[in-house]
């Protein structure tokens, strides 16, 4: 069983960056694929990024790639999401997510635990 708990999120102007972090309760946060994931109003939950428990490996959305950037700092529990040049419609709820010894995965259906949610507002 692990716990999560998402920080970091609020309103940010076009083209600014925020840093969403992810902590997690228990001993064997090494053993867990981290995904983030966000939904906004209206919509479904769809796949941000996730990193691989075994050897870190790091997959990201196409909406993404090459402004957001997911790191784990396992002596912490915690995993982060960097995001840069941010969009209006990068505005949703996102949430933290994870599966024990996960092969890493797109579909929220395939993790066990999720956070919260923290709220990231992007004005144009």
């Known amino acids: 069983q692990v716990q999560l708990v998402e920080s970091g999120g609020g309103l940010v102007q076009a083209g600014g960056s925020l840093r969403l972090s992810c902590a997690a309760s228990?001993?064997?946060?090494?053993?867990?694929?981290m995904a983030w994931f966000r939904e906004a109003t209206g919509k479904e939950r769809d796949f941000v990024a996730f990193?691989?428990?075994?050897?870190?490996?790091?997959y990201y959305a196409d909406s993404v790639k090459g402004r957001f950037t997911i790191s784990r700092d396992n002596a912490k529990n915690t995993v982060y999401l960097q995001m840069n040049s941010l969009k209006p419609e990068d505005t949703a709820v996102y949430y933290c997510?994870?599966?024990?010894?996960?092969?890493?995965?797109?579909?929220?259906?395939?993790?066990?635990?999720w956070g919260q949610g923290t709220q990231v507002t992007v004005s144009s």
């Open positions: 997510a994870a599966e024990y010894r996960g092969f890493g995965w797109v579909k929220s259906y395939e993790y066990d635990y």
């Open positions: 228990g001993r064997t946060f090494g053993s867990y694929t």
């Open positions: 990193s691989r428990w075994a050897g870190g490996d790091t």
